[in-house]
Structures are given as structure tokens and as C-alpha cells.
């Protein structure tokens, strides 16, 4: 297909397309004459996953590129490749540090899970910030919180890698996707559950008075 | 104790302390002298939720007046005061619609969770946004992990609302805080847990590949 079917398809504008083809993170297209090329599938399918990555997740071109590149190349350590793409992904700042012992907080919460703590990826320096947070807000996380926490997160750890796809690159694409865009889901059916216990805690103080009238009258 | 000792106490410099009784989110301390007032223990109580919206959560000096309010007058119906409380908290423009259907996915999500949409609170809106934001990027929620992340986030819900404290004003400060404080530990242990399996199913494969090696040799 050419540019402009390529662009109508996955509903974005023609320069936008250029301009991704631009920054390299579309592959050209094959040449058909001296100014025309054509486009496949492989480039539709890259160009829905550039959508999603720049304009659903709301990453940089520099960020979107580091992912593609992992994409296309993830190797044989898919622990490592996965590690680094989810690296590329928001809060950033979180920095693996040097130190001698750079995230106490964090280091003390997995060995209590029974989980290995790997500094290399940010998201260690990332519970670390937390749990300092939750502790300088003067809520700290106590032990019984972090057991339900660990549990919890990792049942869903394990029901999202029994779907990660067998394909190297699918499989850097789906953790990318699913952590940037299912992290929000989360988070709001989180407050919506405590809504939802709310309420019924409303509900049930409600019924407790109607019965307590009941029995006094 | 004089306004030094209570900003000594906060850890926070008294040109802060000042600001904040300008702004009103900390109540005047009694008259001691024309120039002089004493605070108490209730004042550093206050000071140190300040700083813990402000400082640690990020919060507005606006947003955290909001916030205050309700917990000085947290009201009778506590659902629609923790509700009104945690809707302050980003993620912002998540504001309730006032269309027919205003939230579609959010609708038959929490339907076929068995929970009670209530649109007069921003969650819904934002689980709206997640959701269209999932499916825009190509990583929809299917029925399979809605149903494991419903099941996760009640459950999660109900450790929280356990532990909630029984005065109203008490309960506002420990769902606010709880809410914006322990989000980011819940996501970084869930970044991590990924980790973990992944790193497990990188020793399950290691090792199944070493006993293959053997059984040929």
C-alpha cells in the first residue's frame, strides 16, 4: 500500500507518518519508483504499536525508539530484555544507584516476600522511593500490608506471564503495553473496590440500626 | 509551644509554618502575647499532614484546604466524604460526565464484577480513561483479567477498609494518605513481581534445558 492507505489505516495523519519514518522508527517502505514506496502489514502493525506507545502511553521518540529497539532485538535473556523495556517506561528518575547499600527500605520488603531483589532495574529504586514516601507521609507500610501487597501483586504477576506470547519481541511489546496501560486499570478499579467496600460497610451499618430498631420496638 | 519549637518538631523551616497559617490550612495558635502565640500537640498533628499532602504526596495548597475540610468535617455519611476525598487526588480531569452513558466500559466492567458504578465519583471516570486507553493501544482488558484484577483490587480493598480508623476525620486522613501514598508501593511490587517470575521461568528453563543436555549425553 502506499503512504496515504498506510496512514488511513492506522488513523493517523500522512505527516505524522513521515515524520516517524523520519526519526527511523518506521522502517522505509519498499521503493516502487524514485519518490514512491510501499508499505505492508509489518509497517501498519509497527505503526499501531508507535500509536500506542507515543500517543496512548505518552512516551518521548526517544523512549519509543529505545523500546522498538528491544522490540527487534530482544536476544536469548528475555529477563533482561523485559527488564530494560519496563526500565524505558515512567517514573522515571528512579536511577539504579551506587551506593553500598541503596535501597534498605527496598532490599528489607522482598527478602520478607521471599523475592530477590535485582538493583539493576529501576523498579527496585522505585519501591524504595515509595516505601520512603508512605514513611515520611506517616504511613508507613507494616508488615501485614506488605505480605497482602506481595501476594496479591504476585498472583497477578503470574496470571500476566502465562500470557506473555512465545515471540521474543511480542512478548517485550505485550510487558511494555500491559505495564503502561493496565497499571491505570488497576489503580482505578483499586479506589472503585474501596468504594465498593464502603459502601457496603454503609449498607450494613444501615441494615444493623433498621434490625437494632426492630428488636427494640 | 512557640511557633520555632512546633516548626522544629515538623521538620519544616518556620517562614513554611507561617505560610501555612497565612493560607489557613493551620489553625491560629492562643494569643500569649500581642506578638506571641502557643501551639499544641494537636497543631504539630496537623503540620505533619500538611507536609505529608504537600510535601510527600504533591498535593495543591488548594487541593490539600479541600482536603483538610473534610477532615475537620467529615460529616455522617463517611462513603460520600471518602469518596469526595480520595476524588481530589490526581489522576485530575477525571471530572464526572453528564452524558447519557458517560462511561460505557467502566459500566459493564464493574457490571460484571458485581459492583455498583457510581459516577458521582472521579474513579469511574478514570477507569473509563484506562480502559479506552488499553483498547486504543491494542492490550484490552478481556473477561479473564478483569475478573483476576477485580478479585485482586476487593480483595485488597478489604485489608485496607479493615484498617480503617473508626473517627470519621481519622478515617478521611488514612484514605487519602493511604490511597495516594500506597499506590506507587503496589505498582512497584507489582513491576517486580513480574521480575520474579520472569526470572523464575529463566531458572525453569535453564534448568530444563540442562537436564535435556544431559539425557542426551
Redo the contacts between chains.
Sequence with gaps: MRISALAAAADLPVATVKYYLREGLLPPGAASSATQATYDDRHLQRL??IR?LI???GLSVDHTRQILKLVDEPGD???RT??SA?DVLP?QGAAPRDDADPYPR?RA??AALG????PA?S??A??E???A??E????P?DD??LR???E??????????D?LPADHGAAVE??V???????????????????????E??SGLGRNLSTHRRTES
Design positions: 499501531r504499536l500506542a500517543g496512548t502511553v535473556d528475555l529477563y523485559l527488564g519496563i517514573p527496598a520488603a522482598l523475592r530477590t531483589p535485582d532495574f523498579a527496585t522505585q519501591l522511593a515509595a516505601l514516601a508512605a515520611a507521609g506517616g504511613l507500610i501485614d500490608r497482602v501487597y506481595g496479591m501483586t504476585a498472583r497477578l504477576a503470574a496470571f500476566d506471564l500470557h505485550y510487558a503495553l500491559g505495564t503502561a496501560l493496565h497499571e491505570p486499570v488497576l489503580l482505578a478499579l483499586r479506589r472503585l473496590a474501596h468504594q465498593q467496600v464502603a459502601l460497610l454503609r
